[in-house]
């Protein structure tokens, strides 16, 4: 699976949008991209994933770059509960998950 | 729908002592993982299992590790002797098929002394 690139940690004010990138330059044709997050003491909870087109759920948007070498996961009003580690992963969906080590994300009020 | 259900939540054993850990996927899932999860880091698949059967142990430290599924559904993995480094989480994971979305447990939480 392709390697991805992700800021070890961001800051987010509470009610604003949170903006997570991932750098996958090497991403192959047939890969996905996957978000999850982790929050403390819990285990890890699918967010969102796509292939070409940006995608959005209840959850999250997700904006994938035309070239496919990055996207970014977009919170658009970040709560004190969105706290936790944000994990890009590229898969082509019949692989093993490889987690690195995200980014953790924390919203202040 | 109930999620993925781990016991214990917490254990603190000896090294050398072995050590057991059991997971309860979700109802239907045919696919369940184990992964270990140290301090600081994402988390590791050690095994994947497809209904009974294994598809992927390449991670798996089978001198000390061992995992069963038996029937299909539940799953226990086992440490004989524990290792100071293996104080992790592990946490276990379960997915409709061999691809797309996993749920996750809350985890084990091993410390070795």
């Known amino acids: 699976d392709a390697k991805t690139t992700q800021p070890p940690s961001m800051d987010c004010a509470e009610g604003r949008a949170a903006n997570l990138p991932c750098n996958h330059s090497t991403i192959s044709g047939n890969e996905y991209v996957y978000w999850y997050r982790q929050i403390h003491s819990q285990g890890p909870q699918y967010i969102i994933h796509?292939?070409?087109n940006n995608e959005t759920n209840e959850m999250a948007s997700l904006i994938i770059t035309e070239d496919r070498k990055s996207s970014t996961l977009i919170l658009p009003h970040a709560t004190l509960r969105d706290t936790a580690v944000y994990y890009c992963i590229v898969n082509s969906g019949y692989s093993t998950l490889t987690f690195g080590k995200g980014t953790m994300l924390l919203v202040s009020p | 729908e109930a999620g993925v259900a781990q016991s214990p939540r917490y254990k603190i054993i000896e090294k050398r002592q072995s050590v057991a850990f059991w997971c309860n996927p979700i109802?239907?899932?045919?696919?369940l993982y184990w992964y270990q999860q140290i301090l600081g880091q994402g988390p590791k698949l050690l095994i994947q299992?497809?209904?009974?059967?294994?598809?992927?142990d390449s991670q798996l430290p089978k001198d000390r590790f061992s995992a069963e599924r038996l029937k299909g559904v539940d799953s226990t993995l086992k440490i004989q002797p524990a290792k100071l480094e293996d104080s992790a989480v592990y946490l276990c994971a379960s997915s409709l098929a061999t691809w797309g979305e996993q749920y996750f447990g809350p985890g084990t939480r091993l410390t070795v002394t």
């Open positions: 109802s239907g899932h045919a696919t």
């Open positions: 299992f497809q209904n009974n059967g294994v598809v992927d």
């Open positions: 796509g292939l070409k």
